[in-house]
């Protein structure tokens, strides 16, 4: 069955930094655009960066921009985050999402998420 499991989070001081994984297994990885989201107490969940399944073409969240970097590697069915200067707004839960075969149509797409992994930025 599809999994993504995330790991890495953790308390970090603010100006820290904190890399993200997350494992995919169950489905054609190589086939998937991959995403970061996050959630924070009492916000809607907010895309935080996005790579497609080449690892090409990265998107970014004008709030993380400079600072945050999404990478993949296809071999080991693994995207990662990784955060630097960290800020206590950065705290929140963060998901990996999964959406693709990219040969389908963008409406017959997958979305698989997995269980998120909190991450707080405080002194």
């Known amino acids: 069955q599809v999994q993504l499991v995330e790991s890495g989070g953790g308390l970090v001081q603010p100006g820290g930094s904190l890399r993200l994984s997350c494992a995919a297994s169950g489905f054609t990885f190589s086939s998937y655009a991959m995403s970061w989201y996050r959630q924070a107490p009492g916000k809607e969940r907010e895309l935080v960066a996005r790579v497609t399944n080449t690892g090409v073409v990265t998107d970014y969240a004008d709030s993380v921009k400079g600072r945050f970097i999404i990478s993949r590697d296809n071999g080991k069915n693994t995207v990662y985050l990784q955060m630097n200067s960290l800020e206590p707004k950065d705290t929140a839960v963060y998901s990996c999402?999964?959406?693709?075969?990219?040969?389908?149509?963008?409406?017959?797409?997958?979305?698989?998420w997995g269980q998120g992994t909190q991450v707080t930025v405080s002194s």
């Open positions: 999402n999964a959406r693709g075969p990219w040969f389908l149509p963008t409406k017959a797409q997958y979305d698989y």
